[in-house]
Nanobody
Framework: QVQLVESGGGLVQAGGSLRLSCAAS????????VAWFRQAPGKEREFVAA????????YYADSVKGRFTISRDNAKNTVYLQMNSLRPEDTAVYYC??????????????????????WGQGTPVTVSS
C-alpha cells in the first residue's frame, strides 16, 4: 500500500505563499492520481486540486483557481501544492490523497473523496490578516 506524508504547512500572512509537499513511500505513486483536500474546523472536507497519474491533466476548485498550482515530481515520489495569494479563508488542515493505481477519472470523480484510497495525516495551514 501507499503511505503519504504532508509537509510545508504553517502560519503565513494574507497575500503570502506556501508550498505543500506530499511525499509517498511504500511504493511509487507514479501510477496514481493524487489530490489535495482541506478541512477547516467545524466544516466539511472540501476538494482543492487534483492531478492525473499521467500528469497531463489538473483540476482545481473554483475557490483556488488562479491562485494554487498542483504539480508532481515522480522521480522524487512527491506531489506539490503551490499556494499563492493566500486568504484567511484558506485556513484549514490540508490532506493529500492517492487513488488506485492507473484508475481513470470519470466525470467529476477527481473531486470526490471516495475516489481516493490512501490519505495522509494532514498539515495545518493558518493564514492571518
Amino acid at each position: 500500500q501507499v503511505q503519504l506524508v504532508e509537509s510545508g504547512g504553517g502560519l503565513v500572512q494574507a497575500g503570502g505563499s506556501l508550498r505543500l509537499s506530499c511525499a509517498a513511500s511504500g511504493r511509487t505513486i507514479s501510477s496514481h492520481s493524487v489530490a489535495w483536500f482541506r478541512q477547516a474546523p467545524g466544516k466539511e472536507r472540501e476538494f482543492v486540486a487534483a492531478i492525473s497519474w499521467s500528469g497531463g491533466r489538473t483540476y482545481y476548485a473554483d475557490s483556488v483557481k488562479g491562485r494554487f498550482t498542483i504539480s508532481r515530481d515522480n522521480a522524487k515520489n512527491t506531489v506539490y501544492l503551490q499556494m499563492n495569494s493566500l486568504r484567511p479563508e484558506d485556513t484549514a488542515v490540508y490532506y493529500c490523497a492517492a487513488d488506485r493505481a492507473w484508475a481513470p477519472y470519470t466525470g467529476n470523480s477527481y473531486s470526490k473523496s471516495a475516489t481516493y484510497d490512501y490519505w495522509g495525516q494532514g498539515t495545518p495551514v493558518t493564514v492571518s490578516s
